[in-house]
T-cell receptor, first 114, second 112 residues
Framework: DSGVTQTPKHLITATGQRVTLRCSPR?????VYWYQQSLDQGLQFLIH???????AKGNILERFSAQQFPDLHSELNLSSLELGDSALYFC?????????????FGEGSWLTVV | SQQGEEDPQALSIQEGENATMNCSYK?????LQWYRQNSGRGLVHLIL?????REKHSGRLRVTLDTSKKSSSLLITASRAADTASYFC????????????FGKGTRLSVIA
């Protein structure tokens, strides 16, 4: 158990819909990262937050947004969903603000868009 | 784009054999890490090697780093069926706030 909690574990939704994925980082970790894993693209970095502020942005679509709240939990919002958004979405956390060093992954949220 | 590229994409060996996976990357790095992922699960950190280190050991794992060739290898000795998983290398890009970038992984199957 990494200490990173993600909900929901699985969800199925229709194209055009909006979903919210939630992440609670390990106790004491201020950095939260979101990654998308699909068969064809591998593990893609989406976005990094540190103590409520956005620190780095990767291949995140404009239809996707994220935020980190004062209690340090984070949410990834996916809207106008398309079939190609079906993937495993991971949250990870760590202590440092610069994205280096070991990061700890949650078990992921499986999103299926039908 | 992927920073690290693992090779081979898939590897199948018998229990007790050694497994070697390679990773190549493109830019200068501070650290290189290896992670393991059981099917459909979260990634688990295995080992971190710093850019000024050449070799590191952890139990049955041995990692080497050659910064001149921008490559690393992960050796798992005396493999077990429980080692069956995907293995990923991850690098940071060296400067500033740089999140880890992962390769597409090597799928290791250890046959009992």
């Amino acid at each position: 158990d990494s200490g990173v909690t993600q909900t929901p574990k699985h969800l199925i939704t229709a194209t055009g819909q909006r979903v919210t994925l939630r992440c609670s980082p390990r106790s004491g970790d201020l950095s939260v990262y979101w990654y998308q894993q699909s068969l064809d693209q591998g593990l893609q970095f989406l976005i990094h937050y540190y103590n409520g502020e956005e620190r780095a942005k990767g291949n995140i679509l404009e239809r996707f947004s994220a935020q980190q709240f004062p209690d340090l939990h984070s949410e990834l919002n996916l809207s106008s969903l398309e079939l190609g958004d079906s993937a495993l979405y991971f949250c990870a956390s760590s202590s440092p603000p610069d994205g280096r060093g070991t990061i700890y992954f949650g078990e992921g949220s499986w999103l299926t868009v039908v | 784009s992927q920073q690290g590229e693992e090779d081979p994409q898939a590897l199948s060996i018998q229990e007790g054999e050694n497994a070697t996976m390679n990773c190549s990357y493109k830019t200068s790095i501070n650290n290189l890490q290896w992670y393991r992922q059981n099917s459909g699960r979260g990634l688990v950190h295995l080992i971190l090697i710093r850019s000024n280190e050449r070799e590191k050991h952890s139990g049955r794992l041995r990692v080497t780093l050659d910064t001149s060739k921008k490559s690393s290898s992960l050796l798992i000795t005396a493999s077990r069926a429980a080692d069956t998983a995907s293995y990923f290398c991850a690098t940071d890009a060296g400067e500033g706030n740089t999140p880890l970038v992962f390769g597409k992984g090597t799928r290791l199957s250890v046959i009992a």
